[in-house]
């Protein structure tokens, strides 16, 4: 990082994790990397539905899955009921 950006960046409140993330999500036109609204919000909703599914994942204790051959065989949850005899 020059200087010059490093200036820019304090003078406009620009933090080295939003340069990061517009580098890693945003969409580039020769020299010049873009991150706009309609991509943060496409990004935003991948995120949140992200979310949901690791929130989901967490009401069943985790998620498991069983991989053979490079073949899926089988998934469970990682809450388990414990047996009455």
């Known amino acids: ?25 945003g ?8 991150l706009d609204p309609k991509r943060l919000r496409m990004l935003i909703s991948d995120l949140d ?5 690791a929130l989901r994942a967490l009401d069943k204790g985790g998620v498991a899955v069983v991989e053979t051959g490079g073949k899926l ?9 414990q047996r009455r005899h």
Request: hydrophobic share 35%.
């Open 1 to 25: 990082m020059t200087k010059h950006m490093n200036a820019r960046m304090n003078q406009r409140g620009i933090t080295r994790q939003l340069v990061d993330l517009a580098l890693a999500h």
């Open 73 to 81: 065989v089988t998934t469970y949850s990682r809450l388990r009921k």
């Open 27 to 34: 969409d580039w036109n020769h020299n010049e990397c873009r």
């Open 49 to 53: 539905a992200l979310r949901a599914s």
